[in-house]
């Protein structure tokens, strides 16, 4: 959930509250805040399928970042009490954003060609510490509210047109990466990750997030096409939640690669 103006909206892909709509706000002076979902809230969900004689797969947001993934746990073991044959598999993604989004898009690619569940679970378990995070925020401030850096850092650096970048590490937290100085240089940047760190990119789907910022979005999409072989790239927008931290202007490349 997103507090923004007094306001409790859910994070739910832009339904509730379009993103645009939601960057707007925050241009305008907003100053939006976050709350992870509760037990309470994946009791009902989780129920809700079980009584369906449905398997569950939950995908959480990195449980370094969030509380939502020890939430979706102990719902698991509240139903398991109450539906002792419940099939509920929950995975602490070690990511955010469109990084979670890649795991559970090869989830539900895997599940498509009838692969067995237990299979996709181990598969996306061996495979996201390899999920890399390359981002680029353009306003410094929003970083500093939410504490990731001191207010001395975000006045020089902005003052200096820096660009930080973030990554996210093996235990899911996201790490301040290169200062960049210049907008340009910081896009360009995101699109060398992706050369120097991608795994087969030719047999990959590369996802290209961004905040309220699509038209350089396409622009780094162009770029990758010049220099890189890849099997497709997907341009999606930053949710309410992760917008709130990063702010209008964050863009990210998300791919399969060698290490974080």
């Given at each position: 959930m997103v507090n923004i103006n007094g306001k409790f909206i859910p994070d739910d892909l832009g339904q509730s509250l379009k993103h645009e709509d939601f960057y707007k706000m925050i241009k305008e002076g907003a100053m939006p805040s976050t709350t992870q979902v509760n037990v309470g809230t994946f009791l009902e969900i989780f129920k809700k399928y079980v009584k369906q004689g449905e398997t569950i797969l939950y995908i959480g947001l990195s449980s370094a970042l969030s509380g939502t993934y020890n939430s979706s746990n102990t719902a698991r073991e509240m139903i398991l009490e109450e539906y002792p044959d419940a099939k509920i598999y929950i995975i602490d993604s070690l990511s955010a954003s469109v990084g979670e989004g890649l795991l559970v898009y090869k989830a539900n690619e895997m599940l498509n060609n009838n692969?067995?569940?237990?299979?996709?679970?181990?598969?996306?378990?061996?495979?996201?510490?390899h999920v890399i995070h390359a981002i680029t925020v353009d306003d410094l401030n929003h970083l500093k509210r939410g504490g990731r850096i001191s207010g001395a850092v975000a006045t020089v650096g902005s003052l200096l047109g820096i660009k930080p970048t973030l990554k996210i590490d093996d235990e899911g937290k996201a790490i301040p990466g290169d200062k960049i100085k210049g907008r340009k240089k910081a896009l360009k940047y995101l699109v060398k990750q992706l050369k120097d760190k991608a795994i087969k990119p030719e047999e990959q789907v590369i996802f290209i997030c961004n905040a309220d910022c699509k038209d350089e979005a396409e622009d780094i999409k162009k770029m990758i096409l010049e220099e890189v072989k890849v099997k497709d790239i997907i341009i999606t927008s930053i949710g309410s939640v992760i917008g709130t931290h990063g702010g209008p202007g964050t863009l990210g490349v998300v791919f399969i690669g060698t290490e974080r």
């Open positions: 692969i067995d569940i237990d299979e996709v679970v181990k598969f996306i378990e061996n495979t996201k510490r």
